[in-house]
């Protein structure tokens, strides 16, 4: 995907150690040139395989997976990076520590 066509993403590199993913997220209608298409996908790139996850997909290596709107992303998302359940003898604080990730958003500046 190249950022200085009339179709621009956003890069959001998600951390939650050891796993880190990149996400491509394109430019809202309303932010995007009038020449540019509104049907992009929302993409996940992964270095990591993850047979076991995924399904249909069920990826042997890095992967790409194309998805037409937000909610397929957040269903992957949501595979790859499960909520943990440490039971109640665990701090709150520390349920929160094992539960939370890291987000760097990234946005190509044309000129």
């Given at each position: 995907v190249n950022a200085t066509?009339?179709?621009?993403?956003?890069?959001?590199?998600?951390?939650?150690?050891?796993?880190?993913?990149?996400?491509?997220?394109?430019?809202?209608?309303?932010q995007q040139s009038s020449t540019a298409s509104s049907s992009s996908s929302y993409i996940l790139l992964d270095s990591h395989p993850r047979p076991q996850q995924l399904s249909p997909h069920y990826p042997s290596g890095?992967?790409?997976?194309f998805h037409p709107n937000l909610m397929g992303l957040v269903a992957s998302l949501k595979r790859i990076f499960p909520v943990v359940d440490l039971?109640?003898?665990?701090?709150e604080m520390m349920a929160m520590m094992y539960n939370s990730f890291d987000v760097y958003p990234f946005r190509h500046q044309g000129r």
């Open positions: 066509t009339t179709m621009s993403y956003i890069a959001v590199v998600i951390t939650k150690p050891p796993e880190t993913i990149l996400v491509l997220l394109p430019i809202s209608p309303q890095s992967y790409a997976l039971g109640h003898d665990v701090p």
